[in-house]
């Protein structure tokens, strides 16, 4: 069950904005608090892709492992991070408009254990208070990139 939810319309093309959002290297540039991106797997981007995102966050570095578990090329994606009993899903999808490309985010949250289960609600408000507006921040950057 989603706990974020957002969608945003990007004046490019759907090729385009698909190589930027799965560009992991742009995470600095995309999301608060994520200062380091290091590309674990060689290679495109596709299921089983791996980086280590590394954020700051109230003055502690934390870093994460994300994995690319689905993968379908300028359609859609997801990427999932779990440690310490939480489970992050985060799933994005591209579908090609008039207008340019629609991105629909939806995040995703599975908790185990008792205390995660019981602190769920706060992990969701600090989670979504990290990440609620990185498609705005995308949208941005990638309205911004010359086109080639």
Known sequence: ????????????????????????????????????????????????????????????KASAVIEITDYKHNKSYTARSEQNGIDLRYHYSFTETTEGTRVDFEGELITKGLRNTLTKPLIQMIIKKEDENHLDHLKKHIETVPSE
Request: net charge negative; no cysteine.
């Open 1 to 60: 069950m989603s706990f974020i939810n957002k969608t945003v319309i990007i004046r490019k093309p759907i090729e385009d904005v698909f190589d930027e959002a799965t560009n992991f290297k742009n995470g600095p540039e995309v999301m608060d608090n994520v200062i380091d991106v290091e590309i674990l797997t060689e290679g495109p981007v596709r299921e089983g892709f791996q980086f280590k995102e590394t954020r700051e966050i109230r003055g502690r």
